[in-house]
């Protein structure tokens, strides 16, 4: 079982469920070949719940917690942190079922949130179990090799999840838990946040399906950048934004960019927008949409719905200026027909 994470491989023999212990087989190889050496029972908790480590199944676990298995060092346990989302206060725990406990009292201590007591606590929990999944770089790269960009099919789906559980939000686990799904599923009064792996599990079929569409940047063979460019029609969030414009199954709607942290600023969001432009006629769009938002976060995540003058560099016209966004359309024409391998 890959996880996608860098490391070793260990065999798990035997689990105890409910409490997140696994009897992990350290996989080692010499002169005679592969061998194996019990390392007794290991307890994962916290962040390390992630590995969910299968019985009898070979799975790879980061290089850190294979020295941890196999007693090379001793492991210590870090309290887990997250930060409110209203006020900043940074709350502290022992462990990631604490924090969302301990969450709940912060906002009741200190806060008069209306928010139901589920997403409050999805809230809690997404944050925590993001601090162990976002094991990529968050430092910028001063250059990068070529980019190549295709869509996500089937075959690719496996990317795109690897892209957003480790690298997609990396330094930023108050935004890890979307996939995506907002777009199409926005929240609502009574689910304001949903849990992460429901999002996840979520995008990842209607990308199978074909419900959502949109490709993914590719930077020496791994993942870096992401828009999703489904068909309006697709969308919760967009679906009615002109009521007597384009039938909606005639548009591309481009409704978020994700950079991951190393490759910002280096043309990315552009290398794909300029995809989705020229694959649109083949998709049977007549038409490319925007939403760009008209006074957007000063944050590298702020820009999740593409700059205003990305757009405008295009040729996009402003159809309908709105109080938090600006719909903005490009007329597709067959001299647009993608000429683009997948």
Known sequence: MDL???????????STAGIGAAIVRSLASDARGRRAADIGLVILSGASKWFELVPNQVAVVPDIWHDVLCGRVEKR??????????????????????????F????????????????????????????????????RLSEIADVRVRPVTKDCIDDWLRFFDHDAFAGNPDWASCYCLEPHMPPTSELPERAWRERRASVAERLRVGTTFGYLAYVGGRPAGWVNASLRSEYGLYQHVDANGPEPTTVVGVSCFVIAPPFR?????????????ADASARG???????PHNRPEESAAGHFRG????????????????DRDTVM?????PARLSSHGG
């Open 307 to 322: 700059p205003r003058s990305l757009y405008d560099a295009r040729g996009f016209e402003p159809i309908r200026v709105r």
């Open 104 to 139: 709940v009292i912060h906002g009741q201590e200190s806060h008069t949130w209306s928010y139901p007591t589920e997403a409050i606590r999805n809230y809690a929990r997404n944050y925590a179990d993001a601090i162990g999944r976002l094991t990529g770089s968050k430092e």
């Open 4 to 14: 996608g994470l860098p490391g070793k491989r260990a065999l798990v023999t035997g």
């Open 285 to 291: 769009a007549a038409w490319v949409e925007a939403y």
């Open 329 to 333: 359309r490009l007329p597709v024409t």
């Open 265 to 277: 600023r280096h043309g990315i969001a552009s290398a794909l927008l300029d995809r989705v432009i």
């Open 77 to 102: 346990e870090e309290p887990v942190k997250i930060k409110c989302f209203e006020c900043d206060a940074l709350i502290e725990a022992d462990d990631a079922d604490a924090i969302v406990d301990a």
